[in-house]
């Protein structure tokens, strides 16, 4: 009888776990060839952030690497996402709607590991550790075990994710040898930084998210939005090496379909992408460059972006498939399109430094984390050529993200500058170290627009004209930042209207072949256009129609492969191209053609360009000549702009220098709306001057001119008040010495003579400190005048006290001859006459002036 076990429901459905539990585990490591399975320790407690919130600030986990263990010191990455970081999406009547996180605190963390020079980690904790790292020579991937609740985690080696190879179109015949050096380590390539990259750059990101990338995601807007931020973590780390951070300004999910045509080859869904973004993202979210991520592959092709473009407005975007990698994998696909916008190419066939095998713009490198030599010599010629001026704008405060930090570089909220850490900050003029604050007298600490820590005046030209198509920007005088860029409206007749206006740039032949074969190239004849680019290979065609070359018709020969002549020099570029000459039968024509054989992840730039005028009333759009009425132009110059501007890419009058703002009907500056004034308007020094003449020069130069031509009568005057006030001197003397001779007398007569009465004697009072006093009482031998009074008449002959000699003013011409007195008398200081400016002799002294000299008058006669 065979044996009979009892059904359990509980038993049953722990099966049906279990074997769930597995398949979602072998689902998870299918994409793997080789992987380990490791639980991580947390070993240190955190620092709780300091603005109170409640996201750690700093963690410490011990994991195990290939049976060694390492030590992971992580800090919050507070610089990878704008603080006015938002998701757009569409709802169902076409609009699209704007969210910003209401959640400030985020979970993603970069980091290092312990004893391990070079080590870079960028780890997610928001579900288990899930990131990358790098040490030395090798990369890996780290992500929970969906299967497991013992915190069980996989790392592998990125190289080990299974993936399709990418497809650039570089054959093994065109690479130059590698190089013999050995490999340099990450420590020596940081090392190995140049002067130009000593300054932080800045790449304002926006991601776009396709509709088939959404739906895959279960149309999980959280789990799409999740993910890009995981993205944007690792981009920051990998970028760090060239001293670029990288952050998230807008990230945009197609949740009700896809806003162009994503069919056809790789290069017509970037051209497409590029045209939209012009369109419909730059005015939604300033940024520097544009990534769609795609679900649909085309044919191996990983993505495609253009070189160079990053500050353009017009192709500053790339595109890069998503279907089966993993996050960590895919973020090497987007640095390398992204190192295309920087102006990086390829570093196959080229003498490359890299510390590991492949870097990531190596054409088939997939999981890479390190940039080449090349790679670094390639952004820098892009910011010396001035192709990168908009990395320099840090991104604004607006609502914070995540509590501000002062030291990474980015200005929070609340913070009027940041220089970095101490050190850093040492050589900055302008912003406080520790504060985040401008210094005591400043007013900006960066921006194109701020110099020596001040505004610079209005007027300024903080971007200046490149070509006949562009314009100038002025600084405000109130902002440390320039204008937006605006160029001549598309379509705007160039090159005595041989040309258009297309994109900022007169686009036409001869400024193409110049700018690969040197001044003296041109545009070859049409012939050579039919002759080469009707052949539809490699050296001429007009583009790809699937993954085949497309040859071109006769109408659009002149839209393909540019043609030259005239070609005396070879260009001189990071990459070597191939030369093609092709001569025409039965003429001495040779058409010169260039190959750069950059892969097929980058367009073409040998071909002719977008915009160019092919015949009359035409352009080049797509590789087919078609008419110039695509480029919408509708300015009438005449009518909207008094014929005394031009129209700018705003639709908005540019006037010429004499001319104001809006319309250039009026006089004034220059300049639009747009631009900034073109003067300064605060500037007050002219004003200033016109005070200073009117008000003090003019008056001075007046009474200077009055002073010259009066100058007779006024010195007439001058004498003639100085005279009368030394005659006003003479008589104050002469009325002082009257006042003197009623005092008490010097030499007096012999006793019972009459004598004046002294009255009071002189005391130390009256006299001056360098003179003797007087005697308080009557003198010796002196009778007293109180017994001797004499009638009253004139006076009697009475000698001076001194060796001076006095002759009344009264009396007669002849008067009876002085006789000496015989009797001693008291001796008194005299005080000595004071010099006074000559004067004419009164009138009634006339008479005796020829026989006297006049003196002091006599003592008042004896009462």
């Known amino acids: 009888m065979a044996a009979t076990y009892p059904s359990h429901p509980f038993s049953i459905g722990i099966c049906l776990v279990a074997i769930c539990t597995l398949i979602q585990g072998i689902e998870q490591t299918s994409f793997l060839s080789s992987y380990n399975i490791i639980i991580p320790q947390k070993v240190a407690r955190a620092r709780r952030d300091t603005a109170g919130s409640s996201g750690e600030n700093s963690l410490s986990y ?90 069980q985690h996989l790392i592998y080696r990125l190289e080990d994710v299974k993936s399709e190879p990418m497809v650039c179109g570089v054959t093994a015949a065109d690479k130059e040898p590698e190089t013999d050096i050995n490999p340099l380590s990450m420590t020596q390539l940081l090392r190995r930084k140049r002067a130009v990259l000593h300054q932080t750059r800045y790449v304002e990101l926006f991601l776009v998210v396709d509709k088939e990338r959404f739906d895959m995601l279960g149309r999980n807007e959280t789990a799409v939005r999740a993910e890009m931020v995981q993205l944007s973590n690792y981009l920051d780390s990998m970028y760090t090496m060239l001293n670029i951070r990288i952050v998230l300004v807008g990230l945009m999910i197609w949740t009700d379909g896809n806003k162009i045509g994503i069919d056809g080859t790789a290069g017509d869904v970037l051209g497409r992408f590029v045209q939209w973004r012009e369109t419909s993202l730059v005015s939604l979210r300033r940024h520097d460059s544009a990534q769609l991520v795609l679900k649909k592959g085309f044919g191996g092709t990983a993505g495609m972006a253009f070189v160079g473009t990053v500050c353009s407005r017009s192709h500053a975007g790339g595109i890069n498939v998503f279907s089966h990698y993993n996050v960590q994998s895919f973020a090497s696909i987007v640095a390398h399109e992204l190192g295309h916008n920087l102006g990086m190419n390829h570093d196959d066939g080229r003498n490359c430094l890299c510390s590991v095998d492949t870097c990531i713009m190596n054409s088939g490198a997939t999981g890479s984390k390190n940039f080449s030599s090349c790679s670094e010599e390639d952004f820098e010629k892009l910011t010396l050529s001035k192709g990168g001026t908009c990395l320099l704008n840090m991104p604004k405060p607006d609502e914070a993200y995540s509590a501000p930090f002062c030291g990474n570089k980015l200005v929070d909220i609340g913070e009027e500058c940041d220089c970095g850490s101490p050190k850093e900050c040492e050589k900055d003029p302008c912003c406080e170290p520790g504060t985040c604050k401008l210094r005591s007298g400043a007013q900006c600490a960066y921006g194109t627009c701020c110099q020596n820590c001040r505004f610079s005046s209005g007027g300024t030209v903080c971007r200046a004209v490149a070509n006949e198509c562009d314009l100038p920007e002025y600084c405000n005088g109130s902002s440390p930042f320039c204008q937006p860029d605006v160029y001549i409206q598309n379509g705007h007749p160039c090159q005595n209207s041989k040309a258009y206006c297309y994109n900022g740039m007169c686009q036409y032949y001869d400024a193409q072949c110049q700018a690969i074969f040197g001044s003296k190239a041109k545009s070859a004849p049409p012939v050579c256009y039919q002759e080469v680019n009707s052949k539809g290979d490699r050296f001429g065609n007009c583009g790809f129609q699937g993954s085949d070359y497309r040859k071109c018709d006769t109408r659009n020969a002149r839209c393909g492969k540019l043609q030259c002549e005239n070609v005396e020099t070879m260009p001189v570029f990071g990459i070597r191209p191939s030369y093609i000459q092709t001569p025409i039968h039965g003429t001495t024509t040779i058409c010169w053609g260039v190959d750069f054989q950059l892969g097929s992840d980058v367009p073409d730039p040998a071909m002719v360009n977008e915009g160019t005028k092919c015949d009359e009333g035409k352009i080049c759009s797509k590789f087919q000549c078609v008419d110039a009425s695509v480029l919408q132009y509708d300015c009438d110059v005449q009518k909207k702009c008094g014929g005394n501007g031009v129209c700018n890419t705003n639709k908005n009058c540019h006037c010429n220098e004499g001319w104001a703002f809006p319309n250039c009907q009026t006089k004034g500056y220059g300049g639009s709306i747009d631009s900034g004034p073109t003067y300064n308007d605060k500037d007050t020094s002219l004003r200033d001057g016109l005070l200073v003449f009117f008000f003090l020069i003019v008056p001075l130069l007046a009474l200077g001119a009055f002073v010259f031509f009066r100058r007779n009568e006024l010195k007439r005057r001058f004498c003639r008040k100085k005279r009368s006030q030394a005659h006003e001197v003479d008589n104050k003397n002469q009325t002082g010495g009257e006042r003197q001779a009623s005092g008490p007398p010097r030499n007096t007569a012999a006793p019972g003579r009459g004598v004046p009465n002294p009255g009071p004697p002189r005391n130390a009072h009256n006299v001056p400190p360098n003179r003797g006093t007087q005697p308080t009482g009557p003198p010796r031998n002196m009778p007293n005048p109180a017994q001797n009074q004499g009638p009253s008449g004139p006076p009697r002959n009475v000698p001076p006290a001194g060796p001076y000699r006095s002759t009344p003013a009264t009396s007669p011409p002849h008067s009876t001859p002085y006789q000496p007195n015989n009797f001693a008398v008291p001796t008194y200081t005299v005080k000595q006459p004071q010099h006074t400016p000559s004067r004419p002799p009164l009138p009634h002294q006339r008479e005796a002036a020829a026989n006297i000299t006049p003196s002091r008058p006599a003592p008042a006669p004896p009462l």
Do not use: W
């Open 62 to 151: 011990a994991i195990e690497v290939e049976g060694k263990k390492h030590v992971l010191h992580l800090e919050k990455n507070r610089d990878f996402i704008a603080s006015d970081f938002a998701v757009y999406t569409y709802a169902a009547n076409g609009s699209i709607v704007s969210s910003q996180l209401q959640d400030k605190e985020h979970c993603h963390y970069q980091g290092y590991a312990e004893g391990v020079p070079g080590s870079v980690a960028a780890i997610s904790t928001c579900s288990g550790l899930r990131g990358m790292l790098h040490l030395q020579n090798s990369s890996y991937g780290i992500e929970p075990l969906d299967s497991s609740d013992k915190f």
